[in-house]
């Protein structure tokens, strides 16, 4: 069922609560892929509702970024939704979300703002306020549909790491599911951003995989060096790329890794013809 | 009955949110007066179960404030409590509340940010990320208790205004109940500060009602100019006294008022022996 108003929500919430039941909840912008797919059959099976919200978040994007061709597909995600069983889409307008004629700035909006250690590296180096606003928009979407659990993607590994956090610093009662990344039998992660990319940029996009596949690789065989590791990088890259990041760090607290073990992340983000692409794996 | 552990809290939270049962939270930094007591008898009377917090948070006090010497006294508190029919007494550590070792920066720890027009103002202006601190605390008591009413006294107005618009702006479900400031007969706010005044000092305490009745009244008369009316203070004025300010703001965004109305509330705050001392009254 496709639902628009925060109060609409509440009133099927408030039913589901009185008769018990677990709530599933699946944030997303929508332009939902099998990444997204998996997420929603882990929390049908998992939970006795699931609601997914589509949203695309106007405060978490920054200037100059891709808010408005972002891609919109309601009508298929609705349709790949019920097909997988979610008893509510929340669809709400920007209106809806955080009132008319606001401005949406932090002088005007109370904003959860996850702690500058863990934001002031990878993503959101380039991406200021990124994360405030995905914290800010997640706390929104717990408050009005108050799930049981919440199922984010290891896709954006550094937003799940952030938001697992929000919920131990404030207490929150959720309990967070990360779901691994879903790729294409190429390698490549899948991302509602890689509509972006043509035929030709896809090749290329298997460098990001490649990589990180391969450094998992040398650390298996024994290496734990991070520079010898990171050195493997380079015969990947080509000058349709331009490397972002490529950084070793701790799954729970984002430290850096001098040494590699079982709890460090590889992390990378690329540009390929103007499109940011990430990417990450689990050494364990 | 005291708890010390979030854990328990929870617990008893989930009985009777099981039963169906109204939750009312008085959030509180302890040395409870006869302010905090209505707030509690309000609850009592509103909700069918009523938590108290108890906790000297200590990310809302600034360098230099009165955190070590911020009177304690749990014993008389608890009992206080239980003579008015409160449910839990829930009196966490510090270590309870943020974990330990931990850097209680924005660093390291996740912030709920009130916007800065509402908290670059007033009490803000000199306490600068106390209201952080507070709404920070404020939300995660929400989490822990997941009450269905909040109570929150007029006295720390500014405080109440800024809790109320996270709760709109954070979708928060939860209903902001504002109680009146409840004052001594010869009209003193109540506050528990106002155990480090002398008896001398309580004498000169009394300046901030006067100038505030006397605003009200000759609002009612018919003065609306709000530098009229501000005049009308330096009378209640001597070497004892400090102002630091008295404004005139909108009761619901604290927007500056040229033109004293219904919707006025009047701010001051004073300093007397290097005690600092606020008050408020709303001009309806």
Known sequence: MLVHEIS???EHIKEWKKQGL???LVPTMGALHNGHKSLIEKSVQTCDKTVVSIFVNPIQFCAGEDLDKYPRTLQEDVKLCENAGVDI????????M???GHILS???LTYVVPPYFYTDKLCGKSR?????????VVNKLFNIVQPDFAFFGEKDRQQLIIIQKMVR????PVEIVPCPIVREESGLALSSRNKYLSEDDKIHALALSKILFNIKNCYKKGVTDVQALSETAYSFLNEHHSLEYLEFRDENNLEEKQTADESTVVFIALKL?????IDNISLR
């Open 8 to 10: 609409q929500v509440r």
């Open 89 to 96: 889409v929340f669809a709400p307008s920007p209106k809806e």
């Open 98 to 100: 955080y009132g008319e």
């Open 128 to 136: 200021v306020g990124h994360f405030d606003g995905v914290c800010t």
């Open 106 to 108: 932090n002088d005007f």
């Open 22 to 24: 677990k709530v599933g």
């Open 273 to 277: 013809n103007g499109v940011r692409l």
């Open 169 to 172: 610093d404030l207490n929150i």
